[in-house]
C-alpha cells in the first residue's frame, strides 16, 4: 500500500466517512477486517521456532522487545481498533506473531509514512512495517525482508460512471492520494506519459494520511481514490461502504512489500527472515492474510 511512504491517522471517519478525515492523530475505528471479527495476532503453530531456534540479537533479547515504525492508517494492514489506542492489522499481526518467535514483546510506535525511514535510521524504532513497497530507492537508505507483493489499486463509485479501469484511464480525471507512497509516484509517472501523447493529465490531490485521501471519494469531491489493492479491497468490503464502491480493474504492477531494518543490522535481518520463513513454513502467514480479507489482493512469495 505503500508504493511510496504513507500513514498517519485513524479510520473512523474513513470508513463510515459521515466523520471528518483524520489526521496524524489517532480517532477511533469502525470494525475489524472483512474476513475475521476479532483483530488478535494469530498464534503461532505448536511446531513454530522458539527464540532459541531463531538467532535473535543480543540487544534485542535484552530489550525484552521489538520497537516497529507503524502509519498505523492503513486499513487493513495497520489502523486503530474502536477504542483508538489499540493497532491492528495484518501488518500488525505479523510484527506480533514475529516477536513472539523472538521471545519478546512487540511495541507500535505510530509513525507518519513521509518520515518513517528517517525514524528508523535515527532509531527511534527496531523495524517498520508499514505496508512499505521494496524500491531501488527505499533499499539505498534500509535493507528489505520482502513479506507479500501487493499491487496498487483504485477504488471508483458504484457503476464505474468514468469507466476508469487502469491508469491511463485517469487522464483527465481527479485522483485522492497519499503523499509519500508508490501510489502518488506511479500517478506521476503516468501524467509524464500522458502529457508525451499530447493528453490531458491526472488531476492528483494528496493528503498526509491515506484515510483522509479516501473520505475525499466519500464526499464525492474526487472521480477515483488510489491506494493499494488489500486497502481498495478492506474499503469495498465494509458493510457500512455497501452499494457505494467498486474496484476498477484488477491490481495494477504487483510489486514485494517489506521489513525495513538498518543497513548495518545484518544479525537481525537475519532473525526477521528466519522468522518470515518458518511462518511461511507452517501457515502463519496465510491465516493471518486470509483472516484480514486479503487473500485475494495480495501475491505470496513461497
Same mark, same amino acid.
Given at each position: 500500500?505503500?508504493?511510496?511512504?504513507?500513514?498517519?491517522?485513524? %479510520?473512523?471517519?474513513?470508513? %463510515?466517512?459521515?466523520?471528518?478525515?483524520?489526521?496524524?492523530?489517532?480517532?477511533?475505528?469502525?470494525?475489524?477486517?472483512?474476513?475475521?471479527?476479532?483483530?488478535?495476532?494469530?498464534?503461532?503453530?505448536?511446531?513454530?521456532?522458539?527464540?532459541?531456534?531463531?538467532?535473535?540479537?543480543?540487544?534485542?533479547?535484552?530489550?525484552?522487545?521489538?520497537?516497529?515504525?507503524?502509519?498505523?492508517?492503513?486499513?487493513?494492514?495497520?489502523?486503530?481498533?474502536?477504542?483508538?489506542?489499540?493497532?491492528?492489522?495484518?501488518?500488525?499481526?505479523?510484527?506480533?506473531?514475529?516477536?513472539?518467535?523472538?521471545?519478546?514483546?512487540?511495541?507500535?510506535?505510530?509513525?507518519?509514512?513521509?518520515?518513517?525511514?528517517?525514524?528508523?535510521?535515527?532509531?527511534?524504532?527496531?523495524?517498520?512495517?508499514?505496508?512499505?513497497?521494496?524500491?531501488?530507492?527505499?533499499?539505498?537508505?534500509?535493507?528489505?525482508?520482502?513479506?507479500?507483493?501487493?499491487?496498487?489499486?483504485?477504488?471508483?463509485?458504484?457503476?464505474?460512471?468514468?469507466?476508469?479501469?487502469?491508469?491511463?484511464? %485517469?487522464?483527465?480525471?481527479?485522483?485522492?492520494?497519499?503523499?509519500?507512497?508508490?501510489?502518488?509516484?506511479? %500517478?506521476?509517472?503516468?501524467?509524464?506519459?500522458?502529457?508525451?501523447?499530447?493528453?490531458?493529465?491526472?488531476?492528483?490531490?494528496?493528503?498526509?494520511?491515506?484515510?483522509?485521501?479516501?473520505?475525499?471519494?466519500?464526499?464525492?469531491?474526487?472521480?477515483?481514490?488510489?491506494?493499494?489493492?488489500?486497502?481498495?479491497?478492506?474499503?469495498?468490503?465494509?458493510?457500512?461502504?455497501?452499494?457505494?464502491?467498486?474496484?476498477?480493474?484488477?491490481?495494477?504492477?504487483?510489486?514485494?512489500?517489506?521489513?525495513?531494518?538498518?543497513?548495518?543490522?545484518?544479525?537481525?535481518?537475519?532473525?526477521?527472515?528466519?522468522?518470515?520463513?518458518?511462518?511461511?513454513?507452517?501457515?502463519?502467514?496465510?491465516?493471518?492474510?486470509?483472516?484480514?480479507?486479503?487473500?485475494?489482493?495480495?501475491?505470496?512469495?513461497?
Amino acid at each position: 500500500m505503500r508504493v511510496s511512504i504513507p500513514r498517519a491517522a485513524a %479510520l473512523a471517519g474513513a470508513v %463510515l466517512f459521515l466523520v471528518g478525515a483524520c489526521s496524524s492523530a489517532a480517532t477511533p475505528a469502525p470494525t475489524a477486517a472483512p474476513s475475521a471479527a476479532a483483530p488478535s495476532a494469530a498464534a503461532p503453530s505448536a511446531a513454530a521456532p522458539s527464540a532459541a531456534a531463531i538467532a535473535v540479537p543480543d540487544a534485542i533479547k535484552a530489550a525484552g522487545k521489538l520497537v516497529w515504525c507503524v502509519d498505523v492508517s492503513y486499513p487493513p494492514e495497520e489502523f486503530y481498533a474502536a477504542d483508538g489506542t489499540t493497532a491492528q492489522g495484518s501488518d500488525v499481526d505479523i510484527a506480533t506473531e514475529i516477536g513472539k518467535r523472538f521471545g519478546v514483546t512487540t511495541e507500535i510506535d505510530n509513525t507518519g509514512f513521509d518520515g518513517i525511514i528517517p525514524a528508523l535510521t535515527a532509531k527511534k524504532c527496531d523495524l517498520i512495517i508499514s505496508g512499505m513497497n521494496d524500491t531501488p530507492e527505499r533499499a539505498k537508505q534500509v535493507d528489505f525482508v520482502d513479506y507479500l507483493k501487493v499491487g496498487q489499486g483504485i477504488l471508483v463509485p458504484v457503476g464505474n460512471p468514468k469507466n476508469i479501469k487502469t491508469l491511463q484511464d %485517469l487522464s483527465g480525471k481527479t485522483v485522492a492520494v497519499q503523499l509519500g507512497t508508490t501510489n502518488k509516484d506511479a %500517478l506521476d509517472a503516468e501524467n509524464v506519459t500522458l502529457k508525451a501523447a499530447g493528453k490531458a493529465p491526472i488531476e492528483i490531490q494528496t493528503f498526509q494520511a491515506d484515510t483522509d485521501a479516501f473520505q475525499q471519494l466519500a464526499l464525492g469531491r474526487v472521480d477515483a481514490f488510489s491506494t493499494d489493492s488489500p486497502v481498495v479491497a478492506y474499503y469495498n468490503a465494509q458493510p457500512a461502504n455497501a452499494g457505494k464502491y467498486e474496484v476498477a480493474g484488477t491490481p495494477i504492477s504487483p510489486i514485494p512489500i517489506g521489513i525495513a531494518v538498518r543497513k548495518d543490522e545484518t544479525a537481525l535481518k537475519a532473525a526477521v527472515t528466519a522468522a518470515l520463513d518458518a511462518m511461511y513454513a507452517d501457515g502463519s502467514m496465510k491465516s493471518i492474510v486470509d483472516k484480514w480479507g486479503m487473500t485475494n489482493a495480495v501475491v505470496f512469495l513461497k
